[in-house]
C-alpha cells in the first residue's frame, strides 16, 4: 500500500510525514503505533514513520494482528535522501502487488530478479524466531 501512496500521491504522503516528524517523541510513538489509521495516505505514513522511528525498522506484528516493535533511537521521520515525486515517476507505469510469494516467484519472467526473504527457523522452533506476526511461522513453512 505504500508503495501505491508513494505513487499516486507524493506529495500528500510527505504531508504527512512532516506532520509526523514534528510531534515525534516517545509517547507520540507509543500513540501512533496503537492506532489504526484510516485511509490510504495516512496507513502508508502510519508504516513508513514507524518503520523509520521503530527497533532497528523491524517489522513484527504479535498474534493479534498488531505492530508491536518499541521505539528505536533513530529520530528523523523525513529524511535528506526523501524525493517522493522522483519515486512516483519511476513507478508510474509500474504494476504493484501484495500476494504469497509463490504467486510472486510464479509470475516472473527471464531477466526478473526477485529476493524472497522468509523469516528463519529451525528444525526443533527452539531457536525463539517463530512468532513473527499472529499465525505461527513453522517448519513445513520454512521448507514451503
Known amino acids: 500500500m505504500s508503495d501505491e501512496v508513494i505513487r499516486d500521491r507524493p506529495r500528500q504522503l510527505q504531508t504527512e510525514l512532516a506532520r509526523h516528524q514534528e510531534l515525534h517523541c516517545k509517547d507520540y510513538y507509543y500513540m501512533v503505533r496503537n492506532k489504526k489509521p484510516r485511509g490510504r495516505i495516512k496507513a502508508a505514513a502510519w ?9 532497528n525498522g523491524l517489522y513484527r506484528l504479535n498474534q493479534a494482528g498488531n505492530f508491536n516493535v518499541p521505539i528505536g533511537t533513530k529520530t528523523l521521520v523525513c529524511l535528506p535522501t526523501d524525493d517522493f515525486p522522483a519515486a512516483s515517476a519511476a513507478l508510474s507505469d509500474v504494476d ?9 516467484i510464479e509470475r516472473t519472467r527471464v531477466g526478473d530478479l526477485i529476493f524472497v526473504d522468509p523469516p528463519y527457523t529451525v528444525k526443533h522452533n527452539l531457536n525463539g524466531f517463530v512468532k513473527y506476526n ?10 514451503q
Not at 504493484?96 to 510472486?104: N, Q, Y
Not at 499472529?134 to 521448507?143: G, L, M, N, R
Open 47 to 55: 508504516l513508513l514513520y514507524l518503520n523509520r522511528t521503530c527497533w
Open 96 to 104: 504493484l502487488r501484495a500476494c504469497d510469494f509463490e504467486e510472486t
Open 134 to 143: 499472529e499465525t505461527i511461522f513453522s517448519w513445513s513453512d520454512q521448507v
